[in-house]
Structures are given as structure tokens and as C-alpha cells.
């Protein structure tokens, strides 16, 4: 069966900082992989997705960037964290366009 | 980015009772998909659906794909306090990519 993890599952960074949260899809190949944000209270936000190693599509311009070193690896990351980075972030992955399913998520606070 | 008209944003219900909620969009969809999420979780697939008319149950839980293509309902039947959470839809338009447009989610409180 496949599985989906994420981690860290808590993060507190200072504003300025690094970032990297990692993704990893088990029991499946060459999966589609999301990063989503989800602010408090709020739904989803797409931040990237990404169909094939090396192949990104960016859905909101940010600081924030995201790579596919692996077929099953997917990493978001951040040169410098700002405030407004706080939230949920989740990663996510579907084969074709039919089910998507979502990782526990990483909950990072910037302080 | 477009997002999905759900409603009702929220409900509070009693124990027992039905619920009902549902999504529209303008655009057609081929996939519709129904998610729980509880708090500082990932958000879990309940139901998919694939065909314009499709009625899929999950326990007490039954979604449908409306037969225009651009809605669906979820009912949940005598509602019980685990069912407490955050509900959302998804889709994925006809012709898109592999994105999925995501609702803005209904939020459930369940009174024993």
C-alpha cells in the first residue's frame, strides 16, 4: 500500500532563517506531488506541483521554491522565512487526475 | 487561485441528525473528491467520484457527482460526535492539469 510522509512535524524558525520540509511517497512510482499552505481556519492554497524529477510548476510567487531531487521525494525550501510563511503545510500525491492523497503535514511557526 | 463554492461554511448539529453539504463551480469537472480533516491533521479522502450522476456511499456517508458536472453533495446520515471536523471538496476540471481545485471547507460541530 502506499504511504506518504512528511517531516518535520513541528517547526519554529526566526524570521530570516532557512527552510527545508521534506516529502517522501512510498508503494508507488513516478506519482504527481503538491505542496499545499493552509493558514489557520483557512482551506488549501497550492504553493507547487510537480509531474516528473526536475519538473516544477510554481502557482504563487513567493519566497518560497520547491525541488524533486527523486522520483518519490519532494522538498520545500526557503532561502529566508518571512512571518507570513507561518501555517500548515501539506504534501500530497495522485497518479493521473483521479485520487490525491495528503501527508499529517508540518506545522511551522515563524517567530 | 479559483477555488470551489461550498456551503455552508459551517453547522452545528445535534447528535443524530443528517447532514448535508455541497459544492458548485462554473467550470466542468471529471473527478470530485470529499475530504475530512481534523485539527493539525492531513486532510483524509472519504469519497470519489467519476461519472456525472454517481452515487458512492462510505458507512453513513454518500456523496454524489452532480450530472452537470459542476456540483456535488455530501450527506452524512445520524451524525456522531467523531464526525467533528473540517469538510472539504475537490475536483479537477475537465481539460486542466493536475491540479485540483480545492472548497473552502464546512465546518461541522456535532452537540451530544
Known amino acids: 500500500s502506499q504511504t506518504i510522509h512528511q517531516w518535520p512535524a513541528t517547526l519554529v524558525q526566526p524570521v530570516g532563517s532557512p527552510l527545508s520540509l521534506e516529502c517522501t511517497v512510498e508503494?508507488?512510482?513516478?506519482?504527481?506531488l503538491y505542496w499545499y499552505r493552509q493558514a489557520a481556519g483557512r482551506g488549501l492554497q497550492l504553493l507547487f506541483y510537480?509531474?516528473?524529477?526536475?519538473?516544477i510548476s510554481s502557482e504563487v510567487p513567493q519566497n518560497l521554491s520547491a525541488s524533486r531531487p527523486q522520483d518519490r521525494q519532494f522538498i520545500l525550501s526557503s532561502k529566508k522565512l518571512l512571518l507570513s510563511d507561518s501555517g500548515f503545510y501539506l504534501c500530497?500525491?495522485?497518479?493521473?487526475?483521479?485520487?490525491?492523497?495528503f501527508g499529517p503535514g508540518t506545522r511551522l511557526t515563524v517567530t | 487561485g479559483q477555488q470551489l463554492n461550498q456551503s455552508p461554511q459551517s453547522m452545528f448539529i445535534q447528535e443524530g441528525e443528517d447532514v448535508s453539504m455541497n459544492c458548485t463551480s462554473s467550470?466542468?469537472?471529471?473527478?470530485w473528491l470529499w475530504y475530512k480533516q481534523e485539527p493539525g491533521e492531513g486532510p483524509v479522502l472519504l469519497i470519489a467520484?467519476?461519472?456525472?450522476?454517481e452515487l458512492t456511499s462510505n458507512g453513513r456517508l454518500t456523496a454524489q457527482f452532480g450530472i452537470t458536472r459542476k456540483d456535488s453533495f455530501l450527506n452524512i446520515s445520524a451524525s456522531i460526535p467523531s464526525d467533528v471536523g473540517i469538510y472539504f471538496c475537490?475536483?479537477?476540471?475537465?481539460?486542466?492539469?493536475?491540479?485540483?481545485?480545492f472548497g473552502t471547507g464546512t465546518r461541522l460541530k456535532v452537540l451530544a
Open positions: 500530497a500525491w495522485s497518479v493521473t487526475e483521479y485520487e490525491q492523497y
Open positions: 508503494g508507488t512510482s513516478n506519482p504527481n
Open positions: 510537480s509531474v516528473g524529477i526536475g519538473q
Open positions: 467550470s466542468i469537472f471529471n473527478t
Open positions: 467520484l467519476y461519472k456525472a450522476g
Open positions: 475537490a475536483g479537477h476540471p475537465v481539460g486542466g492539469t493536475y491540479k485540483y481545485i
